[in-house]
């Protein structure tokens, strides 16, 4: 300010370095200490991590439903036991002769012919299980070709 400017002003009006306050700035840790979430948004995020948990846990944590767990086990099962079935049809004294008439048959009939044969009934079991003809009638085509 020129001279005369300063001594126009009273005493009140004079810059003075008692009176000046810097503005003060909160700093980024400030404003984050004070924010409050609301119960709008805490919920939000809380159902977002739950959503977030079953999509990742069943995509790429291999959770699995109840019913898909004892599909796999009872297919698990079967495989197992459609060895017993190739092993009993490897046994079999007539297994050339038998083979070449169940390549004949249409696939749907397939596994009629492993029961009838007995190939399919698991040893301390009383009668053959369908599932394991079909799984046993199946590995005896693939080992064919």
Do not use: H
């Not at 001279?3 to 400030?30: C, F, H, I, T």
């Not at 699995?64 to 004294?93: E, L, Y």
């Not at 007995?118 to 599932?131: C, F, L, M, S, V």
């Amino acid at each position: 300010m020129s001279q005369d400017k300063v001594s126009r002003l009273s005493d009140n009006d004079k810059p003075s370095s008692n009176n000046v306050k810097p503005e003060y700035k909160p700093s980024y840790g400030d404003r984050w200490d004070n924010a409050r979430a609301t119960k709008k948004v805490v919920f939000g995020f809380a159902v977002a991590a739950i959503v977030l948990t079953i999509i990742v846990g069943f995509n790429l944590g291999g959770w699995v439903t109840g019913s898909a767990a004892k599909t796999m086990s009872s297919d698990a099962v079967v495989q197992r036991m459609s060895s017993i079935c190739v092993a009993q049809f490897n046994q079999d004294p007539g297994k050339v002769q038998k083979f070449t008439e169940l390549k004949e048959l249409r696939a749907y009939r397939r596994d009629d012919y492993v029961q009838e044969q007995g190939w399919a009934t698991i040893p301390g079991e009383d009668k053959p299980d369908r599932k394991v003809a079909d799984a046993c009638a199946t590995q005896l085509m693939e080992i064919s070709q």
